[in-house]
């Protein structure tokens, strides 16, 4: 599938494009530090910020009404032999009880990670290598996925800022931006339980989402 980006010129940080968004944030060439709560006045009406964990899980709630008993999922771990069986009659089960449910209809936008490669001269950009971001919640680690994870992506910049990144990135030092992606939840499986794989028993959460735009932006701490 193909997803509509934005690839976004600046002065010295990166801002959301105006057409569909608050012009709040700014104007090309002019642009400001953004912060969370001035990403999410920008959002069209509707939309919601999948970033705090108190939103997800209220949207969790609305979806699926309480988190899963992982102690009694996870038994006695991968070496259990009902451990998959178990997860897999828990997806079902939600995923057949989330059907028609209005909140799927509801726009979400999440954050990844993005860091960005070595200068193209190509494309006259920095290409953007994706990955994503963990929210830890009271329902249990909660990581959002594009149904198909954008690609070519890429940023372009002024020269100055532009040669500032080349030298970062030639002398070994990261430079990382935030990419703010916004869908829909796909419909006929829209959350998927698991467990990580890096800690035992912890309970890993995964909504799905079509990824319908993909912006740049630097978020404030």
Do not use: C
Not at 5 to 21: C, D, K, Q, R, Y
Not at 94 to 101: I, K, P, V
Not at 124 to 131: E, H, I, T, Y
Not at 146 to 173: F, K, M, Y
């Amino acid at each position: 599938m193909k997803v509509p980006f934005h690839i976004l010129t600046f002065t010295g940080l990166l801002l959301l494009p105006a057409e569909g968004w608050n012009d709040a944030i700014g104007e090309a060439g002019r642009p400001q530090r953004l912060s969370l709560e001035e990403l999410e006045r920008a959002l069209p009406s509707g939309t919601r910020l999948m970033v705090h964990p108190a939103a997800i899980e209220k949207f969790l709630e609305e979806l699926d009404g309480t988190p899963p008993d992982w102690a009694s999922l996870y038994g006695h771990g991968h070496q259990d032999p009902g451990h998959d069986d178990r997860l897999f009659a828990l997806n079902r089960e939600r995923d057949s009880r989330r059907e028609g449910h209005e909140a799927l209809e509801k726009t979400v936008v999440f954050l990844w990670t993005g860091e960005l490669s070595r200068y193209d001269p190509g494309s006259d950009g920095f290409p953007v290598a994706l990955g994503p971001k963990l929210v830890k919640t009271a329902w249990g680690m909660v990581r959002f996925k594009p149904e198909d994870a954008p690609a070519n992506l890429s940023v372009t910049t002024d020269v100055t800022q532009r040669e500032h990144w080349r030298r970062q990135i030639a002398e070994g030092h990261p430079v990382e931006i935030d990419v703010v992606m916004t869908g829909k939840l796909i419909p006929q499986e829209s959350i998927v339980y698991d467990f990580s794989h890096d800690e035992e028993g912890l309970g890993l959460i995964m909504p799905f989402v079509r990824v319908e735009r993909v912006d740049f932006v630097l978020i404030e701490p």
